[in-house]
């Protein structure tokens, strides 16, 4: 009993010293990294793998045109597509920000262009005409969070909540009675402020 003992006690110590070692082989690797800046550029590639970007100079272009923050144009674009040019969804929004034929009409009688639906699958087109929208959603509420709710669920419905002392209060929204803008508004929200802080902090 005593010698089988004496085998688990050296046992125990055999394993304890592979892995203090490999921990120790570990810190020092993650150590060296560190001063060679590997590990600040591992996770800035991690942070742009979880919010990428496409399109860019597209973005900064429709941004200054328009003067929407270019980290709220990557939101909506990731929320509604994740960047996807050729998106569809069943309601018949197109492209990347996702965009109705019918608000496409009204959007471009303000641009003064004449493209067609299918054009809405192009990149450029599609980028121009949703920061657009969002530019004259913004002229009309002053608020971003309205702004986002009303590109997600229509600018009546937030006129309606807007005039609901249920949903507002001194004129802005405190309360988004419909689901699924209440969360597309919080995660729009949260992306923009992801994107401005990876990407366009020096900006």
């Known amino acids: 009993m005593k010698s089988a003992g004496n085998r688990m006690t050296r046992g125990i110590i055999v394993v304890s010293v592979i892995l203090i070692t490999a921990l ?5 690797l993650l150590a060296v990294m ?5 590990i600040p550029d591992m996770i800035d590639r991690a942070r742009k793998s979880a919010y990428p970007v496409e399109y860019e100079d597209i973005i900064l272009e429709a941004s200054k045109e328009f003067s929407v923050p270019p980290e709220r144009i990557c939101a909506v674009i990731y929320a509604e597509s994740k960047f996807n040019k050729n998106a569809k969804s069943s309601a018949g929004a197109i492209g990347l920000m996702q965009i109705i034929p019918e608000t496409f009409d009204d ?15 192009d990149p450029r087109v599609n980028i121009f005409a ?7 959603l913004y002229s009309l509420l002053g608020d971003w969070d ?4 009303a590109y997600n669920a229509g600018i009546g ?3 309606s909540w807007l005039e609901n002392d249920e ?24 992306l923009q402020k992801k994107y401005a802080e990876i990407y366009f902090s020096d900006k």
């Not at 120790?24 to 020092?28: A, H, M, N, R």
């Not at 949703?130 to 004259?136: E, H, Q």
């Not at 405190?174 to 729009?188: A, G, L, M, R, S």
Request: proline share 2%; net charge negative.
């Open 107 to 121: 959007v471009q009688k303000y641009m003064d262009t004449s493209y067609s639906y299918e054009d809405l699958y």
């Open 24 to 28: 120790l082989t570990v810190l020092t």
């Open 130 to 136: 949703g920061t657009c929208y969002l530019s004259y």
């Open 157 to 159: 419905n937030v006129w």
């Open 167 to 190: 949903y507002s209060e001194n004129g802005r929204l405190t309360h988004i009675p419909f689901e699924e803008t209440k969360n597309y508004v919080k995660k729009v929200d949260k």
């Open 34 to 38: 560190a001063i060679s800046g590997k």
């Open 146 to 149: 309205e702004t986002h709710a």
